[in-house]
């Protein structure tokens, strides 16, 4: 959730001087808030999930009206579940071509994607702390994954990568809007788009094509219930439709 990405070619992020300083804060807010453990769909990753979903998200709430974004870092979303989940039982998807991970939140598909054989692993945000979780979920699976902060949604230089996978980003109309005009500029520059969705109502399902369905566990505790079915998509090359 809530993120965006780049070509995967071309690094942006470093982490020198306040940066690297805000990072290591980051990081230890991560290290402190989550505990590292495998996830339910995917028991082969292990990423750092806080054990108390609502202490969490009430601890940040003040937070949240400044301009930091709600942990998404801090859960394994069905639709990253269903993407990871799909990724490592259909390898080929993804084995030694440049991935894109687009709003990665914990990093889940990224990880799955690395261990899937990928050649090079982007992962995108625009929480630093979610920077973090990546960096050190990358790090706890023994894989490489860049992590970059930034929003790139709206870049019309922003370049491509052979595959870009994206977990549960229609989840609002205003996100589906500007998602779905960024991942059509990729299908027509060559990039193939999966995407994870656990059956969000802006998800426009005529421009996708149905690769697999699974009954993901996700948290009660936010998503009031305990499996969520979950859908992974192709997106089919295309333009936007004129009313977005």
């Given amino acids: 959730m809530a993120g965006t990405g780049v070509d995967p070619r071309r690094p942006r992020r470093t982490r020198t001087g306040q ?97 899937a054989g990928a050649a090079a692993v982007r992962a995108v945000e625009i929480d630093e702390r979610a920077v973090a979780a990546v960096a050190l979920n990358a790090e706890a699976n023994g894989v490489r994954v860049d992590a970059e902060l930034g929003d790139v949604l709206d870049d019309p230089d922003a370049g491509t990568a052979e595959v870009l996978l994206a977990g549960d980003v229609f ?17 027509r520059a060559g990039t193939r788009v999966l995407v994870g969705d656990p059956g969000r109502a802006f998800l426009p399902r005529d421009r996708f094509t149905e690769l697999a369905g699974y009954d993901v566990p996700v948290p009660p505790a936010l998503e009031s219930v305990r499996v969520r079915h979950t859908t992974v998509w192709e997106l089919r090359p295309g333009r936007p439709r004129a009313d977005g």
């Fill in 19 to 115: 940066n690297h300083r805000v990072s290591e804060i980051s990081e230890a807010f991560v290290r402190l808030h989550a505990r590292l453990g495998p996830v339910a769909f995917v028991p082969e990753v292990r990423l750092h999930q806080a054990d108390e979903p609502i202490g969490l998200w009430e601890l940040t709430e003040g937070e949240f009206r400044s301009a930091q974004p709600p942990p998404f870092w801090a859960f394994a979303w069905a639709g990253g579940q269903a993407l990871a989940r799909y990724v490592l039982d259909h390898p080929e998807t993804v084995a030694g071509r440049r991935v894109l991970d687009l709003a990665s939140g914990s990093g889940l598909v990224a990880v799955a994607a690395a261990r």
């Fill in 171 to 187: 989840y609002s109309e205003a996100m589906a809007n500007r998602m779905l005009r960024f991942l059509l500029r990729a299908t």
